[in-house]
């Protein structure tokens, strides 16, 4: 059984971008970045994984749907698993370990991308402002 799970396009885009800001050097606006990668969605491509593995099971679920859940974006799996709920009640969901960085972060890694062409100097800027963000010292 396989098991994928799925988001709706924007939000996954904005989080793919907000993600190429930080590790990577983008230097497309995000409404660039959109429409360059606009295309199949996550669902339509987990679609066409479950008609290539005919036989095999496949199950989705939105991350939009998931959230909502008792487990959260566990809880489709632990379904598949077919958890019991006396065991369920045991779980201690994780904490977010990586959430997006606000707008005005993203926006200072954007212009870092554009104007920093020492690759160092840029990851050392990054990381400077994602301490004094995560510190709440800006």
Known sequence: HIYLSTRQPEPWLRSCYAHNLRHARL??????FI???????LQHIA????????????????????????EGPFS???????????LRAHLVPPAIVNPSLPPDIQAAFLLMNRDEDDGARRSAAKKQLIAQHRSGDR
């Open 27 to 32: 230097r497309l606006s995000l409404d660039d």
């Open 35 to 41: 429409a360059a990668h606009a295309g199949p969605t």
């Open 47 to 70: 679609d066409d994984i479950a008609a290539g593995l005919e036989g095999t099971p496949v199950t989705t679920a939105s991350l939009e749907n998931s959230s909502l859940m008792p």
């Open 76 to 86: 489709p799996i632990l379904d598949l698993l077919d958890l019991p709920a006396s």
